[in-house]
């Protein structure tokens, strides 16, 4: 008779299937942007920690309490 497993082709789990294959890709996508976006926060907190070491190590503490509340500050532009 032949054909006995060409029914597969026609299952929602096909990995040839098209809309799997895009799935699979956006999928992709999405955690390579989420590592880069992980990544990129990770070095803007490394630059922050290094500024506060050095004003720190300066002495200065001009700033007050501004840089207490400056995160909520920077968020909202980044967001724009």
Do not use: C, H
């Amino acid at each position: 008779m032949g054909g006995g497993l060409a029914f597969l082709t026609k299952k929602s789990f096909n990995p040839a299937n098209w809309s799997n294959q895009r799935q699979v890709w956006e999928a992709k996508q999405n955690a390579a942007s989420e590592q880069r976006r992980v990544a990129e926060r990770e070095a803007q907190l490394k630059r922050e920690r290094e500024e506060e070491d050095l004003a720190r190590a300066i002495g200065g503490n001009s700033e007050g309490g501004r840089k207490q509340l400056a995160f909520k500050y920077e968020a909202g532009k980044s967001r724009v």
